[in-house]
């Protein structure tokens, strides 16, 4: 069964630097999603990517966050500048389709420590 | 605005008890809802769905039916198994309520199962 895989799994960086988390979703997917877990907290909606852009965030995604697709395949999450509070563990899913009855698929997660 | 709440865990079962993990949700669209599984050291698997009132969604011997008029999603397993033993997140997807399909989920709840 196709999967969603991340890169790397853990990622320890200094505080202050900047991180790329990387994704390849399913390959017949459009819709792409970044999500994050705190740990012993919800696990809380980024962003939603389609054709090329962001399709919606939340509060949390603030100018510090960027995604791209850079090649047909690879989907990532760059922190510019990164905080202590931005340690978490980050997922990546993807979709066929938006609607809400279409259920994502998530990888295994990527371990971001900041120190 | 939407949200879900899980009961607090962690829940701890022996072998072949029944299970009960309860869901509620509020939600100003049509929301679908899901029941999502992480086992240790693993990312967010689908465990299973419901797109509407009424329906039934079902996997592995667990089930969850949508009731709308008391707002709920409980997950149900009659006989647990040591397997089993997992963080569960119940989440919804509110397409229809301004949302893009972004998924919010429960704070989860960990089951552990002991022989």
């Known amino acids: 069964e196709p999967e969603v895989t991340q890169t790397p799994s853990h990622q320890v960086t200094q505080m202050g630097q900047e991180v790329i988390l990387r994704c390849v979703p399913i390959s017949n997917h459009l819709y792409f999603y970044w999500y994050r877990q705190i740990l012993g907290q919800k696990v809380e909606f980024l962003v939603s990517?389609?054709?090329?852009?962001?399709?919606?965030k939340s509060e949390i995604f603030d100018d510090q966050f960027s995604v791209e697709r850079p090649d047909g395949s690879n989907f990532t999450l760059k922190i510019r500048s990164t905080k202590l509070e931005d340690s978490a563990m980050y997922f990546c899913?993807?979709?066929?389709?938006?609607?809400?009855?279409?259920?994502?698929?998530f990888g295994d997660g990527t371990r971001l420590s900041i120190l | 605005g939407n949200s879900v709440t899980q009961m607090e865990g962690p829940v701890t079962l022996s072998e072949e008890a029944f299970l009960t993990i309860n869901c509620t949700y509020t939600a100003t669209g049509y929301p679908s809802l899901f029941w999502y599984v992480q086992y240790p050291g693993e990312g967010l698997q689908l465990l299973l769905k419901a797109t509407k009132a009424d329906d039934k969604g079902s996997n592995k011997g667990f089930e969850a039916t949508y009731r709308k008029e008391t707002t709920s999603f409980h997950l149900e397993k009659g006989s647990v198994q040591v397997s089993d033993s997992a963080v569960y997140f119940c989440?919804?997807?509110?397409f229809g309520g301004g949302s893009q399909g972004n998924l919010i989920f429960g704070k989860g709840t960990k089951l552990s199962v002991k022989p």
């Open positions: 990517f389609y054709n090329n852009e962001i399709s919606e």
């Open positions: 989440a919804l997807s509110d």
């Open positions: 899913a993807s979709s066929k389709r938006d609607r809400g009855s279409q259920p994502q698929h």
